[in-house]
């Protein structure tokens, strides 16, 4: 343990060294030129048409763009052309002042009243191979492998048991089966365990991706609403497509006191509500845990440039500081990425386990039916 804290503190005093000598050289141009946090932050979550580059602001990995003009006609290049404020093909990221913001925008003439041709934003039809998108097939492709693995497996060495990285996800499988699946939905559970197994792993992989720095990893996709909202959404789907009769007659006629159900449908109106509150709970559940464990990461690091300015001994203490509670918050954050996986699964078995509830009548058997 003391080895430990020994070489973590020879690490923070080498990260520390430079950023203190670059502080009091540097200390007149850093006072000029200040520190936006708020653009850096959303730089860093949000969704982008380059992959950036550890350690470089500048440098960014070109992904393709892939845009439909006002006209209708179909245009393909490398996102490179479009970075820094250039143009490209009548197309440009759009600026602070415009209302897309660090999106792909394109320029089309539009005539005034008064006769006069001018030039104007406009937002294209955009298939682009962005950032998120690129993570989000990365991911795809993770899990399968991982899965694919297990099964060439089972083909090969029959029932002996996996070691190593595959006796892992055999582990995993076993545990959300066994453990979540299985106990809650009973004799449904091969039903819907291959869903509920597939979400389980796709939002582990894509959480532990968010926090590695470097490429394939660092995309923010748990931490993007519209990437939980999908995943939330198809959950619902599930649930109301395949709901029995006695769940869709507890939503429409509950069993309650009358007056609760007519003349004002006060329950009615209650369950129905319930329906789209329950993917909004896994919607805003995961987004809301992943993206704060990324601010909080983000901000910590930013503490050693904003404190820059005050001096070497200030820039000194805060990186270590920094350096030491960023770790600890990473080290959190690959538990939360378990534990949100594996809520999520949770709560996506147990609402479908809700919606496939019988009632006395379907539990009947056509015998004790006959003997009545």
């Known amino acids: 343990m003391k080895r430990i804290v020994f070489l973590l503190s020879l690490i923070c005093l ?17 006072v000029e030129k200040k520190i936006n946090p708020k653009e850096i932050i959303f730089e860093h979550l949000g969704d982008g048409y380059g992959w950036e580059v550890p350690f470089s602001h500048d440098l960014r990995i070109p992904l393709p763009v892939i845009v439909r003009d006002y ?13 820094h404020g250039k143009e490209y093909d ?28 001018v030039m104007e934003e406009y937002r294209p039809w955009d298939i682009s191979i ?31 048991a996996p070691r190593k990285f595959t006796g892992a996800i055999e582990a995993m499988i076993e545990f959300i089966y066994k453990g979540v699946i299985k106990p809650t939905l009973g004799e449904q559970a091969p039903r819907f365990a291959p869903y509920l197994l597939t ?30 909202l999908v995943l939330s959404v198809i959950t ?4 109301n497509i395949f709901g029995t009769k006695h769940y869709w007659k507890e939503i429409f006629w509950p069993d309650v006191p009358l007056w609760l159900k007519f003349p004002i449908p006060i329950m009615p109106v209650i369950e ?28 910590l690091t930013l503490l050693i440039f904003i404190l820059a300015v005050m001096g070497p001994v200030v820039t000194g203490a805060t990186t ?4 030491l509670f960023s770790i600890f918050m990473l080290l959190i954050d690959v538990l939360v990425s378990f534990v949100q996986a594996y809520v999520f699964t949770m709560l996506s078995t147990l609402f479908i386990a809700l919606a496939q509830e019988k009632g006395h009548e379907e539990h009947k058997t056509p015998e004790t039916k006959t003997n009545k």
């Open 90 to 117: 009548g197309f440009r990221l759009g600026g602070k002042d415009s209302k897309w913001h660090n999106k792909l925008v394109g320029m089309k003439p539009v005539t005034q009243p008064d006769g006069k041709v």
């Open 236 to 239: 619902f789907l599930i649930v």
């Open 272 to 299: 129905l509500f319930g329906i789209f509150t329950k993917p909004a709970a896994l919607t805003v559940r995961l987004f809301a845990n992943m993206m704060g464990g990324h601010i909080i990461v983000i901000v």
């Open 199 to 228: 979400v389980f792993f796709f939002i582990l992989v894509m959480n532990l991706l968010g926090l590695i720095v470097i490429f394939p990893g660092g995309a923010n996709l748990t931490g993007n609403i519209a990437v939980t």
């Open 14 to 30: 080498v990260i520390a060294s430079p950023l203190c000598m670059s502080a009091e050289d540097n200390a007149e141009e850093k």
């Open 71 to 83: 006209e209708g006609h179909w245009h393909c290049f490398s996102s490179s052309r479009i970075q």
């Open 130 to 160: 962005t950032k998120n998108v690129l993570a989000i097939f990365i991911s795809v492709f993770i899990v399968m492998w991982m899965v694919l693995k297990v099964a060439a497996w089972y083909r090969s060495a029959g029932y002996k």
């Open 320 to 323: 270590v500081v920094s350096i």
